[in-house]
């Protein structure tokens, strides 16, 4: 078979746009445009190894490893090792079952124009067609996330937040059993790990001493009130609360699920 470089790059930037918007999704990963249509072209251009000779068994996976490695990397910057390790993982299985289906659909019925090369896939097929098979895989993994519980099945907002002329967007988990509250407004509290709030000022005078007694055990946050606060674009009043090295999870946010409901 003739490989076209040109359709084979293209292809394969278009199959990687939908697997990183994937994992994007699964892990709930804050990531702009720009970023995952970076990540998909350094994955057209990864894929020109299909044009190398066969790559021996064991090594072509090392090779995939390092790729994956590579696109997460550029796609959603950078964060502590663990969840690089998880980033990584997960676009490597979404890869990996991409990559599985269309071994059936290659090896169940052969259609013209489509073929492997070192664990590479394409096709000199039509744009629609490409098109559905990569749609009809999209909707199979965001039916798995659905129905997957851990991380990838949290419910997840958007928060806003202004403290006078700066402001800060991060996402947040809703949680039910976060019900920690400002003892005297008796307001809600957002607690968010330190990280999120790097280049925002806080003044020390606006500062409250909030009590909580969950994320596994007791202690004090500093809270903030924000000048504005909103919570998937409705405006919210509640504190911000200051932690550090609490939350263990790729979202560095909690937020009291009736805040999404106000």
Do not use: W
Not at 17 to 30: E, G
Not at 148 to 177: M, R, Y
Not at 219 to 232: A, F, H, M, R, S
């Amino acid at each position: 078979m003739t490989v076209y470089i040109d359709v084979l790059i293209t292809v394969n930037i278009f199959t990687d746009f939908f697997l990183l918007l994937c994992v994007k999704r699964f892990l709930n990963i804050r990531a702009r445009l720009i970023r995952l249509i970076l990540g998909s072209l350094i994955g057209g251009v990864l894929s020109l190894t299909a044009l190398l000779p066969k790559i021996p068994t064991g090594l072509n996976i090392i090779i995939d490893i390092v790729f994956a490695a590579v696109i997460v990397f550029f796609t959603f910057g950078r964060t502590n090792i663990k969840n690089y390790i998880k980033r990584v993982t997960v676009y490597f299985g979404i890869s990996f079952f991409f990559c599985g289906i269309m071994i059936f659909i290659y090896t169940a019925f052969k259609p013209k124009g489509m073929a492997i090369f070192n664990d590479v896939v394409y096709f000199d097929i039509s744009p629609v067609l490409l098109i559905i098979l990569t749609l009809i895989c999209y909707y199979i993994l965001r039916l798995i996330s659905r129905l997957t519980k851990g991380e990838i099945g949290k419910t997840v907002c958007n928060v806003e937040a202004s403290f006078n002329a700066q402001s800060v967007t991060f996402n947040a988990v809703l949680d039910t059993g976060c019900n920690v509250k400002e003892p005297f407004s008796s307001f809600y509290v957002i607690i968010v790990e330190k990280d999120l709030l790097k280049g925002i000022t806080l003044d020390p005078a606006d500062m409250r001493i909030i009590p909580f007694d969950s994320l596994g055990g007791k202690g004090l946050l500093k809270g903030y009130l924000p000048n504005k606060l909103t919570v998937n674009g409705k405006e919210v009043h509640a504190y911000i609360g200051v932690c550090e090295n609490v939350i263990n999870s790729e979202i560095k946010a909690i937020a009291p699920y009736e805040l999404s409901i106000k």
